[in-house]
């Protein structure tokens, strides 16, 4: 009867971005939960952990430069825009992580697990596809910067974190210090001053600065995984949309202390990367400390978004190829000191390999810190944070098509569509004004 029901699993779940973690069915225990899962452990704290280290992460460093565009009214303004949006459409999301019932209803494990199971059809692969992409352009874009499931790396979101505010925290330390030095705030109302760019280059700064804060929020794509390390009772959503209004809370004080005193240190000209572009020189013992904690926080990060994209290339190999010796076949390490041997499979590794390779090569071409900045948080804020997340919640509830609720829904989803297209316009045109002048692998001192 197993190997029937893996059969009938493989052919049902071939086809690209229609792959997910199936388990068999066990009666729930005090050790298993309602899907024959082993029991999870997540609480707020954990799940605040997660979300902090994938929002608090490299697009922090950008926010200066994007306020600087905006002015002081426009930018905090902003800021405070995406973050309410963006805490908004987390909480309806958290309400499809079960399908039906939010407490008995079938878990969905995955983003894309929800997508399928609430709207199904050609949804299912555009949003697969844009998942992976957007989560791929994000690991490149934290390299830039710097087959276990989430509940078994939460000790490294926790680690993460810290260094994420580590970092920051030298940042805006660094920024007070700076506007002590300069005797007042710098910057202006509108932003950066016409003489400084030039009036096109004005608007299109603007348009890409709204793709860098969008970036700096941009965790939606990974809530649902988040979800399914937290335990239950009480019901995960309720749980989720705590750790989401904590999460947010912390961070969008922690950027605007860190965008607008990095803005109100430099002015018009405050960089693109608020430590590593040449915004500060001294001391150099302090950044070296927060140059390492990029570096400690990175590795987290690009964990934490890696996860996804490894367990759907290695669940569609095993699915593809499950007699495949290189991709099946674990080797079992003694490591001295531990109890548990190492599991090694050599498709992981090998694969695994080629894909930091792959992320880091890109990231060495593309090196325009803001501009990557500005195209990732474009291209993944509509579809991920903000259309599905709608979509979903419609369907799920089963909200009447015109009704009040259903046209302030689509409205916001039609307006952040917008956003999306001009900021991606933006970071575009961003990206070929700096290829102008851009010449790769070279050294600079």
């Known amino acids: 009867m197993g190997e029937n029901a893996a059969t009938r699993n ?53 926010l200066a430069w994007a306020i600087a565009q905006l002015g002081w009214i426009a930018g905090p303004a902003v800021m405070f825009l995406f973050s309410f949006v963006t805490y908004y459409t987390s909480s309806l ?53 710097a087959s276990i499931n989430f509940d078994q790396i939460w000790w490294l979101s926790i680690v993460a974190a810290v260094m994420s505010f580590t970092y920051s925290g030298i940042g805006l330390g660094l920024g007070i210090a700076k506007v002590a030095e300069n005797g007042g705030f710098k910057g202006s109302l509108t932003g950066i001053s016409i003489g400084t760019v030039t009036q096109a280059q004005k608007i299109w700064r603007s348009f890409q600065a709204l793709g860098d804060i969008a970036f700096a929020y941009s965790f939606s794509v990974i809530l649902i995984e988040i979800q399914d390390t937290v335990r239950s009772p009480p019901a995960e959503s309720k749980t989720m949309r705590k750790a989401t209004k904590i999460s947010i ?105 080629i894909f930091v390779i792959l992320t880091t090569v890109i990231s060495m071409l593309l090196p325009f810190f803001n501009d990557v900045v500005g195209i990732l948080g474009a291209l993944g804020f509509w579809p991920l944070t903000v259309y599905f997340p709608v979509e979903m919640y419609i369907q799920q509830k089963k909200i009447t098509s015109w009704s009040s609720r259903w046209i302030c829904l689509k409205m916001l989803s039609m307006a952040c569509l917008l956003v999306t297209v001009v900021a991606l316009a933006g970071s575009i045109v961003g990206v070929i004004f700096d290829l102008k002048v851009y010449e790769p692998f070279k050294t600079t001192y």
């Open 10 to 62: 493989h052919n049902n779940h071939q086809a690209f971005g229609v792959v997910s973690i199936d388990v068999p069915s066990q009666d729930t225990s005090e050790c298993f939960d309602d899907d024959g899962r082993i029991k999870r452990t997540g609480t707020v704290w954990t799940a605040s952990a997660h979300i902090i280290t994938a929002v608090i992460g490299s697009g922090v460093l950008s």
């Open 249 to 353: 809370v912390v961070t969008t004080a922690f950027y605007m202390l860190c965008g607008c005193m990095g803005y109100a240190s430099f002015g018009d000209f405050a960089p693109g990367n608020l430590l590593t572009g040449f915004g500060f020189y001294n001391p150099f013992w302090l950044l070296d400390i927060a140059n390492a904690a990029i570096v400690i926080h990175l590795v987290g990060a690009y964990q934490v978004f890696c996860q996804p994209i490894f367990a759907f290339i290695e669940k569609l190999a095993i699915q593809r190829w499950p007699d495949s010796y290189f991709i099946t076949k674990e080797f079992k390490i003694r490591i001295p000191g531990y109890r548990y041997p190492y599991k090694l499979n050599l498709f992981r590794l090998v694969w695994r390999t």
């Open 93 to 145: 999301l958290s309400e499809c992580y079960r399908t039906g019932d939010s407490v008995s209803g079938k878990r969905n494990y995955t983003y894309m697990d929800a997508v399928r199971s609430i709207l199904g059809g050609y949804k299912v692969k555009a949003c697969g596809l844009i998942q992976y992409l957007n989560l791929f352009g994000i690991s490149i874009g934290y390299t830039i910067a």
